[in-house]
């Protein structure tokens, strides 16, 4: 129903920024919900930031102030702006799609890497 493709992942030194895409295709009449979620090697995956269709944001405390998620709901895509960016911040990033308010269904990306280091 939902296919996600993530772009924008790479290296970076610590302190740059990177920003992040997601753009979904497939058959749906609306995506209400998109986000960012990350995974370490043997750790479960954990929010990063989510935004709805009418732009409301949820950070995870880890990232207020560094990163910026937004979307463009003519292109069905999702961004993340990422900041001041830190070791840390190392890991695998997903994107994520729920069509529905009311369902709990979600689709997932690939994954694409992001490393911070000197």
């Known amino acids: 129903q939902v296919q996600l493709v993530e772009s924008g992942g790479g290296l970076v030194q610590p302190g740059g920024s990177l920003r992040l895409s997601c753009s979904a295709s497939g058959s749906f009449f609306r995506i209400y919900a998109m986000g960012w979620y990350r995974q370490a090697p043997g750790k479960q995956r954990e929010l990063v930031a989510t935004?709805?269709?009418?732009?409301?944001?949820n950070d995870a405390d880890s990232v207020k102030g560094r990163f910026a998620i937004s979307r463009d709901n003519a292109k069905n895509t999702v961004y993340l702006q990422m900041n001041s960016l830190k070791p840390e911040d190392t890991t695998v990033y997903y994107c994520n799609a729920r069509l529905l308010a009311t369902s709990e269904r979600t689709y997932w990306g690939q994954g694409t890497q992001v490393t911070v280091s000197s």
């Open positions: 935004i709805t269709i009418n732009g409301r944001t």
